[in-house]
T-cell receptor
Framework: DADVTQTPRNRITKTGKRIMLECSQTKGHDRMYWYRQDPGLGLRLIYYSFDVKDINKGEISDGYSVSRQAQAKFSLSLESAIPNQTALYFC??????????????FGPGTRLLVL | AQSVTQPDIHITVSEGASLELRCNYSYGATPYLFWYVQSPGQGLQLLLKYFSGDTLVQGIKGFEAEFKRSQSSFNLRKPSVHWSDAAEYFCAVRGNKLVFGAGTILRVKS
């Protein structure tokens, strides 16, 4: 079984619709992240959470919101989707052993198309 | 702030040939460096990482990478490429956050 799962895997929606992408993990990690991937731009950080009560904006948070429902669940919402939010979205979790040698582990991604 | 440059957008190699993917980073302190691979339709899989110690790091699938502080580089290598290695490869550096390069798409020709 996958350690980090994302649902849905693919989604088509229309401009102005609200949509939620969900992420669950069984790794027991406290830290969770949402990224988007666009061709030629690599991955860019949208939001991150270091624990259930800690939510932080990343470099491209405008137009997005998140909810950390539990240690294992971190959801990303697009309140009113627009076409330039068409992208591949990744959830990641990380451990943080001593010395801050953090490694992030990624889910399979959600491909979102906004028409 | 840290940054990562992967100079090659696309690379094509013949099956069985050697491979080197370039990665240059910018960061003022000692970096933590990573290589991830994204196969078609798949998520990102960690190939290897460098935190400290031996500058030649071994990873999964026969990959290795060498950290060269003087050149600010962390190039990924494989001595003999297989058709299944065709994918997109991302270098990343972690300072206060994880920053990714734009990726290199590897094509393998038979």
């Amino acid at each position: 079984d996958a350690d980090v799962t994302q649902t849905p895997r693919n989604r088509i929606t229309k401009t102005g619709k609200r949509i939620m992408l969900e992420c669950s993990q069984t790794k027991g990690h406290d830290r969770m992240y949402w990224y988007r991937q666009d061709p030629g731009l690599g991955l860019r950080l949208i939001y991150y959470s270091f624990d259930v009560k800690d939510i932080n904006k990343g470099e491209i948070s405008d137009g997005y919101s998140v909810s950390r429902q539990a240690q294992a669940k971190f959801s990303l919402s697009l309140e009113s989707a627009i076409p330039n939010q068409t992208a591949l979205y990744f959830c990641a979790t990380s451990d943080l052993p001593s010395g801050s040698q953090e490694t992030q582990y990624f889910g399979p991604g959600t491909r979102l198309l906004v028409l | 702030a840290q940054s990562v440059t992967q100079p090659d957008i696309h690379i094509t190699v013949s099956e069985g040939a050697s491979l080197e993917l370039r990665c240059n980073y910018s960061y003022g302190a000692t970096p933590y460096l990573f290589w991830y691979v994204q196969s078609p339709g798949q998520g990102l899989q960690l190939l290897l990482k460098y935190f400290s110690g031996d500058t030649l790091v071994q990873g999964i699938k026969g990959f290795e990478a060498e950290f060269k502080r003087s050149q600010s580089s962390f190039n990924l290598r494989k001595p003999s490429v297989h058709w299944s290695d065709a994918a997109e490869y991302f270098c990343a550096v972690r300072g206060n956050k994880l920053v990714f390069g734009a990726g290199t798409i590897l094509r393998v020709k038979s």
